[in-house]
């Protein structure tokens, strides 16, 4: 009785997001000629790998000595003012740049950033310096007259590429300069959005001392073309004529289960609600398995709640930090 309590709870929790996921998205026409900007995008993409796709064209400022905001020009833009600045919030412990760093990346649409500077002041407690990253078109980063994300994933598929080349660049920038000034080694706490790009990330990172992905999307094409949160995303891309063979010629750079990530696989671990319709467990599983067997947990509850975050910390505290 009570597991089925829980789906049902899991089942509205996640509608009721997916509704206004979809409500927002409604109010994004489908750029003129859509399709064919982004045949020429995917085209570019096509001769590079992800390194080169990935690359920092410049470094990022010097870590801040205090705890604050560490914001910059992105080297990637996307034609937003304050969209294209990057934004961290720096959270040091007592030991500065000399101490590992947790990268915390929230999910989509995130709507309040009180729990991430909590988990940020429990990585200084433990004597991880903390690294709140603002992702690209969130909280200190949103367009006038947008909310929270809403344009991290709309019909408008360059620009939303875009955004995720730029949180992936940037994060590169922030270990860079965070080696710069003596950091030994980092960690990436990951929430769907968040997890998506903390994965992507950990495909080019040598260094991570733990990997926590929760609800990541693990497969692109069942997230744009099955997810009953991108219903208006992809009402926009078939009315413009965008296929799903289009978007997967990207997918070389865009999904997760392309290659391996050079962390030791007892550093990872993924978390998948049992009840999530947007990112399905058995995604998430076979995303484990692409990447060799790297343990896997699933809890009862839908896309969204707080049972995963609570077991992720569990499985760290002791261990990694």
Not at 124 to 151: D, I, M, S
Not at 301 to 319: I, N, S, T, V
């Amino acid at each position: 009785m009570v597991s089925r309590l829980r789906a049902v709870r899991a089942y509205w929790a996640d509608a009721g997001m997916c509704a206004f996921l979809n409500a927002v998205h409604l109010r994004h026409r489908v750029p003129d000629g859509a399709r064919d900007r982004l045949a020429e995008y995917v085209a570019e993409c096509e001769r590079l790998g992800p390194e080169e796709y990935y690359r920092a064209a410049a470094d990022a400022p010097s870590v801040p000595e205090h705890a604050g905001h560490w914001r910059w020009p992105s080297p990637v833009t996307v034609g937003l003012p304050r969209n294209d600045h990057a934004h961290v919030e720096w959270f040091p412990c007592a030991r500065g740049p000399a101490a590992p760093t947790a990268l915390i990346l929230h999910a989509l649409m995130s709507a309040s950033s009180i729990g991430y500077i909590a988990l940020a002041r429990r990585f200084n407690a433990r004597g991880w310096n903390a690294a709140f990253v603002h992702l690209p078109f969130h909280y200190e980063r949103r367009p006038p007259g947008t909310f929270n994300g809403e344009l991290a994933v709309s019909p408008d598929f360059v620009r939303s590429g875009q955004g995720l080349r730029q949180a992936v660049v940037e994060l590169r920038q922030v270990t860079a300069a965070l080696r710069r000034a003596g950091c030994p080694g980092f960690g990436v706490w990951g929430t769907s959005y968040g997890a998506w790009v903390g994965g992507l990330l950990a495909l080019l990172e040598p260094d991570l001392r733990f990997l926590v992905l929760m609800t990541p999307i693990a497969d692109v094409a069942h997230a744009v073309w099955e997810s009953p949160a991108l219903r208006s995303v992809r009402w926009g891309l078939r009315r413009a004529g965008i296929e799903p063979e289009l978007v997967e010629r990207h997918s070389h750079l865009s999904a997760l289960g392309r290659r391996v990530p050079p962390t030791a696989p007892d550093r990872i671990l993924l978390l998948a609600g049992a009840h999530d319709r947007i990112t399905p467990a058995a995604g998430v599983r076979r995303l484990a398995a692409e990447w060799g067997g790297v343990p896997v947990e699933t809890l009862p509850q839908g896309h969204f709640g707080y049972r995963l975050a609570r077991r992720a910390w569990e499985w760290g505290d002791g261990k990694f930090w």
